[in-house]
């Protein structure tokens, strides 16, 4: 009954989570521009088209895992003035100015006019090498594309800042036919990243030059993507608000709380699985000190485990050292060794004997 209960919740919520209002979307659009118009310092209404409007969702829970969801928008979200950057991979047979000479040309064939820069990954990893070098090539740039023959190379060679800033290249498949409608599609297009380590995440989905019909159709077309491209269960959108980088934040859809029964149920089942689990554990621990316990009372012995022998070794004989077998040598070796130094002696005598009997010439 719990399991229909909570599955029949979740579908009244996920039908409930589907829609948002239009009405409620373009007055609270209206609102925003209103107040960009206040801060502007000219007559028209958008001086500043670089001016970026982001959506901010809330979510229930945090995800378990991190995502980043493509959104594709009806309305290009970024401003001409705005400068793109492209990676690309080193040519064979080619140096590095040729591969730029290749690379424009293949864009302008293709008509992409989006791309200001091209950068060889030769040139990437010799002339921007040192940290200095990484700092103002981010700065000079809005956005950074990738060729995705090179993507995995890149992140050793552009360092930390890109990353921390969320502002690492989007991948472009450069050898596909469509290359100019793949290219405006991630340029003018949007992107959700997603993380674990909280509830609230954004994602920049008009600028201020945009009316506030294009602005409009741009959040709910965010909208849709977003909740139907989460991976979690159920209902997981708890609020969304529009805002620039200076303004407020103005809500846009507040969720339903009926699906707050249903949440709460999958909580208790999840705790009561648990409580169970902890309870067979401390079973079985019981039931095996119980049994030790009627072992040590009945007196019987508990079997143990005894070493196998091991296969003797036959007896090695001992070998008997060189001085003892001199020792037994028989004795007429040792005679003979004995013999020697006498007749050395005795000739050593002989040698003094003829010296002292030395002759002495007479004198006449």
Known sequence: ?????????????????????????????????????????????????????SLLFT?????????????????GQRSDTEEVCLFTRDEPNMTSDQTIRFYKKLLAEKGVKNITEVIPYKVLR??????????RLLS??????????????????????????KREPLCVNMLSKNLAKDISRVVQGSYLKVTN????????????????????????????????????????????????????????????????????????????????AAAKKLAKKNKKTEDVKKSE??????????????????????KTPKKKQLEKAPTTAGGKKGRKPQNKMNKKGGKGESKGKRRVPKLK
């Open 297 to 318: 009372g009945t007196g019987e012995e508990i079997p143990q485990l005894v070493p196998m022998g091991t296969p003797s070794k036959k007896p090695k004989l001992e």
């Open 140 to 165: 000079n740039f809005d956005m950074f594309l990738s060729d995705d023959r090179v993507r995995r190379l890149l992140p050793s060679h552009l360092g930390k800042h890109f990353y921390l800033r």
């Open 1 to 53: 009954m719990r399991v229909a209960f909570t599955r029949e919740a979740d579908s009244m919520a996920e039908t409930a989570e589907v829609g948002i209002d239009r009405t409620q979307v373009k007055k609270a659009v209206q609102a925003l521009q209103a107040f960009l118009k206040t801060k502007s310092t000219g007559d028209s209404l958008f001086l500043d088209d670089t001016q970026q409007i």
């Open 59 to 75: 979510l229930w829970k945090i995800p378990p895992k991190a995502q980043t969801i493509r959104i594709p928008l009806p309305h």
């Open 126 to 135: 010799t002339e921007y090498k040192p940290h200095e070098a990484k700092r």
């Open 197 to 276: 380590k909280g509830s609230c995440c954004m994602a920049r989905i008009a600028h201020a030059g945009m009316t506030a019909d294009e602005v409009t159709e741009n959040v709910e077309a965010a909208f849709q993507t977003v909740s139907t491209k989460l991976r979690t269960k159920g209902p997981v959108i708890k609020l969304v608000h529009i805002k620039t980088q200076m303004s407020v934040a103005l809500p846009l859809y507040t969720s339903n709380l009926n699906h707050l029964t249903a949440l709460d149920e999958d909580q208790k089942l999840t705790e009561t699985a648990k409580q169970e």
